[in-house]
């Protein structure tokens, strides 16, 4: 019989695990329940990174008015919207708001992701045309 000892490492934030701790320390730097955490979009995008409670205050009770404050203050950053829902108690699908057709929607992510890096490289592609 062979036995073997695996160490499994914890976010201190959320319930993510993994084997490798280098892998969860650069999770946990930027995890979206991180109050310090540090955003790599911003980063990557060139945008100042707003503070968590700066953003929390900003989105309020989460209604439309809350989400275009919030959306202004974190520069459109959807990792940062994302964050201060999260740590804001409230559930990220309950955050709802309307788009320019006037569609009721709840927060997602993955199409704010998308949006934000089209209008970025659209932006990186006009300037490079100057």
Request: include cysteine; glycine fraction near 10%; hydrophobic fraction near 35%.
């Amino acid at each position: 019989m062979k036995s073997k000892l695996r160490w499994r490492h914890y976010c201190d934030y959320c319930s993510k695990s993994g084997g490798q701790r280098p892998t969860m320390e650069k999770h946990e730097a930027h995890c979206t329940l991180n109050p310090e955490r540090g955003c790599r979009m911003c980063e990557a995008a060139g945008l100042e990174q707003q503070p968590v409670a700066d953003l929390i205050e900003a989105l309020g009770d989460g209604d439309e008015e809350g989400m275009k404050v919030l959306c202004g203050k974190a520069q459109g950053c959807p990792a940062c919207m994302l964050a201060a829902i999260r740590q804001s108690g409230l559930r990220y699908r309950d955050v709802t708001f309307t788009d320019a057709e006037g569609t009721f929607l709840a927060f997602d992510f993955r199409r704010e992701a998308e949006g934000f890096w089209i209008r970025r490289n659209e932006e990186a592609v006009r300037s490079w045309m100057k």
